[in-house]
């Protein structure tokens, strides 16, 4: 079976970075498992008020990063979780050629206070 575009980004960023992921799918239930009860409660809250498909992938992408930067406790760890899954969500977004969804990540991202 072939690689997707998100396993080839996430393969890619760990190799670059040299830092391993866990194992939290980006789908909507590992997410939601992976993320602690307040974040769970504001997740699904949002998810609730989602609009066009564009912003679930955004959305998606957002909560993700933060389950696999919340999955260890260290400030260290963190930051170097969060470097490789900026990196895995960049890549993957790379690889639409859209430079729009970047911006909006960005934006997002910052409005929900993402430790970036």
């Known amino acids: 079976m072939a690689d997707s575009v998100w396993e080839r980004a996430v393969r890619e960023a760990e190799e ?4 391993v992921l866990p ?22 809250r949002e998810l609730s008020g989602l609009g066009d498909g564009g912003t679930f992938e955004v959305l ?7 389950a ?3 999955s260890v406790s260290d400030a260290e760890s963190r930051e170097a979780l969060l470097e490789v899954a900026d990196l895995a969500v960049s890549l993957r977004i790379a690889s639409r050629h ?3 969804a970047q911006a909006e990540i960005d934006v997002l991202m910052n409005a929900w206070g993402v430790d970036r």
């Open 16 to 19: 670059q970075l040299g830092r």
């Open 23 to 44: 194992g939290i799918a980006r789908t909507v239930g590992a997410v939601n498992n992976a993320l602690g009860a307040e974040r769970r409660a504001a997740f699904q």
């Open 60 to 66: 998606l992408d957002a909560w993700w990063t933060q």
């Open 68 to 70: 696999v930067v919340d």
């Open 98 to 100: 859209d430079p729009v």
